[in-house]
């Protein structure tokens, strides 16, 4: 199993190598990257995540549909990226991601909404898309879906998102087969066939959706889970007296963020999918049927890395400390303060200087003023110094639009693609004024 600072040095090969020394994803070097935008800043790979994305599609195997799970990155030129590719789709959980991904180019009949609370406006953005599918979570969202599709006119998808009465095992966290507030319990599922079917003129029942965990690595409860899927599906014709249109698994595949994690095993899983997909596709119950994977982190992690600067280096009684420009304000997630029990660190680097060896273990924390914001401890950088740049790896995902911008009202980070060897700006870094955005200043009056 690789160590952090190999995975850290194979992801940067994977990026592009180095040149002179210092990292050059695309061979372009970071430092002209960091000059022309500023420090910290986010930058993908597109040819990483288009391989990505092609590699799932032939792994699950002919017709089997992949959809992109805005919340993991909901930068446009990712959504455009993803949308370009043959057989994929959108899930979005938000009336903004529901924008971004039309804007990327998305067509509405490959777009599936999920999401526990959605609003009655959502719900009208969805209906007045005409997107695929909405994935109610409640038996009351059946009936709002119903009012508001009456009030536009229009026919409307539903997917019935199942919290299935089996627990997926071996994922590392779980959103069904347990109580919480994602989908309908399996044992509703009758109920919700027939208030769906009850509105003929405003619903279509597409069929289910099961998504119960994220980071799943474990390939053989994720295929038996897989299969109870489909044992649901065939259910859910039954009760509707119907073929399905949908079956939506859901996936949650996972990244190797951390020590000791290895790579979620594709292939085995595709190959196993593969077949039990043959082994389920000539039902009549499922005749015409569209089968989709949605996946985040696993189509774009990988493919992003957050950049920041050193600051500061200094002691502490025989501890050696680095500050950086960045840090939980910029990526919540890589700081330990999201999805994690107990901090752990992500892949790190020093991207200044590629070919030397690690020196003393450091501890590289950001420039908010708590010591929740870390990137770790004992990390063995290569002699950081004031002025080099630190490289976070697996940001692709979950990163700035799941961080808390902001804390601290340090100015955001710039978003860059490197696409075709060249660096293109999605999103200018921001600056210091911008703080006062949107804020208007009040002619007090006092006494
Ligand atoms: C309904 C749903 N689908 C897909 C995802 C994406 O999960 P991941 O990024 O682990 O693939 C999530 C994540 O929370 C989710 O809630």
């Not at 070097?29 to 995540?49: D, K, N, Q, V």
């Not at 007296?241 to 979620?264: A, C, N, Q, S, T």
Request: glycine residues 12%; proline residues 5%.
């Amino acid at each position: 199993m690789l160590t952090q600072i190999d995975k850290a040095h194979d992801l940067a090969r994977r990026f592009g190598g180095e040149r002179d020394g210092e990292f050059a994803p695309a061979g372009v070097p970071i430092s002209r990257i960091a000059e022309e935008y500023g420090t910290p800043f986010y930058l993908y790979h597109g040819e990483m995540i288009v391989e990505r994305v092609r590699r799932v599609r032939e792994s699950l195997g002919q017709g089997v549909e992949v959809l992109y799970s805005v919340k993991a990155n909901p930068s446009l030129a990712v959504c455009q990226l993803i949308a370009g590719e043959r057989l994929t789709g959108a899930e979005v959980a938000s009336s903004g991601e529901l924008v971004v991904v039309r804007a990327a180019g998305f067509a509405p009949e490959d777009i599936v909404f999920a999401g526990p609370a959605k609003t009655d406006d959502e719900l009208r953005r969805a209906v007045d898309e005409g997107i695929f599918a909405v994935n109610v979570e409640s038996l009351n969202e059946i009936d709002r879906l119903a009012a508001v599709a009456e009030q536009r006119g229009r026919r409307i998808g539903v997917g019935l998102r199942i919290n299935p009465a089996a627990q997926l095992m071996g994922s590392l966290m779980r959103m069904g087969g347990t109580v919480g507030q994602f989908g309908i319990d399996q044992a509703d599922l009758g109920e919700a066939v027939r208030r769906t079917l009850a509105h003929p003129d405003h619903l279509i029942l597409r069929g289910i959706h099961i998504y119960t965990a994220t980071q799943v690595f474990d390939v053989d409860p994720l295929l038996e889970h897989c299969s109870n899927i489909f044992e649901i599906a065939l259910k859910t014709a039954d009760l509707a007296g119907r073929p399905l249109e949908m079956i939506d698994f859901g996936g949650g595949f996972g990244v190797p963020y951390f020590e000791k994690m290895g790579e979620f095993d594709l292939e085995r899983f595709g190959e196993g999918f593969q077949q039990l997909l043959a082994s389920y596709r000539s039902d009549p119950r499922l005749e015409g049927c569209r089968f989709f994977f949605e996946l985040g982190r696993y189509l774009v992690a990988h493919a992003g890395v957050y950049v920041t600067r050193v600051v500061d280096v200094k002691q502490m009684k025989g501890k050696a400390f680095v500050t950086t420009d960045g840090g939980m304000n910029h990526h919540l997630m890589a700081t330990g303060n999201m999805g994690q029990v107990f901090r752990k660190s992500y892949p790190l680097l020093n991207l200044s200087c590629m070919g030397r060896e690690p020196g003393e273990a450091v501890t590289v924390a950001g420039p908010c003023c708590t010591p929740l914001d870390m990137f770790g401890a004992n990390i063995p950088l290569a002699e950081p110094k004031p002025g080099d740049l630190i490289g976070v790896f697996y940001s692709g995902a979950y990163g700035y639009s799941a961080s808390n911008l902001g804390f601290l009202s340090h100015p955001t980070p710039a978003e860059v693609l490197l696409w075709q060897g060249k660096a293109h700006l999605l999103r200018s870094p921001g600056k210091p004024q911008d703080v006062l955005n949107g804020q208007e200043a009040l002619a007090l009056t006092r006494g």
